[in-house]
């Protein structure tokens, strides 16, 4: 009582077929397992390179940019100062 039966579950599925068809289902199914296919592998591949390498070269390359000293940041820094204040006198 309160779960599905086996007759409701079956009348489900003969609706999703009226709705659908046999043809889109069986391409959305061969779709999905391409994908599950192509997601295992990925993950595969990933786990079958070598541990240390991506863990030294995530650590080495966190972020998208390449990273500045002080030096470099406060010169970039007083330049770009500059020119607003030059473009804010023009």
Same mark, same amino acid.
């Given at each position: 009582? %309160?779960? /599905?039966?086996?007759?409701?579950?079956?009348? /489900? #599925?003969? /609706?999703?077929?009226?709705?659908?068809?046999? &043809? *889109?289902?069986?391409?959305?199914?061969?779709?999905?397992?391409?994908?599950?296919? %192509?997601?295992?592998?990925?993950?595969?591949?990933? =786990?079958? &390179?070598?541990?240390?390498? =991506?863990? #030294?070269? *995530? $650590? =080495? &390359?966190?972020?998208?940019?390449? $990273? *500045?000293?002080?030096?470099? *940041? $406060?010169?970039?820094?007083?330049?770009? $100062?500059?020119?607003?204040? &030059?473009?804010?006198?023009?």
């Amino acid at each position: 009582m %309160g779960g /599905i039966s086996i007759w409701q579950l079956l009348i /489900i #599925a003969v /609706i999703v077929v009226l709705l659908f068809g046999t &043809n *889109k289902l069986r391409t959305l199914g061969s779709d999905l397992g391409a994908s599950v296919k %192509g997601f295992k592998k990925a993950i595969g591949d990933e =786990n079958s &390179n070598d541990k240390e390498a =991506n863990s #030294a070269e *995530k $650590t =080495n &390359n966190d972020a998208d940019f390449e $990273t *500045k000293n002080l030096a470099e *940041k $406060t010169s970039t820094e007083q330049k770009s $100062t500059t020119e607003s204040k &030059n473009k804010e006198q023009v």
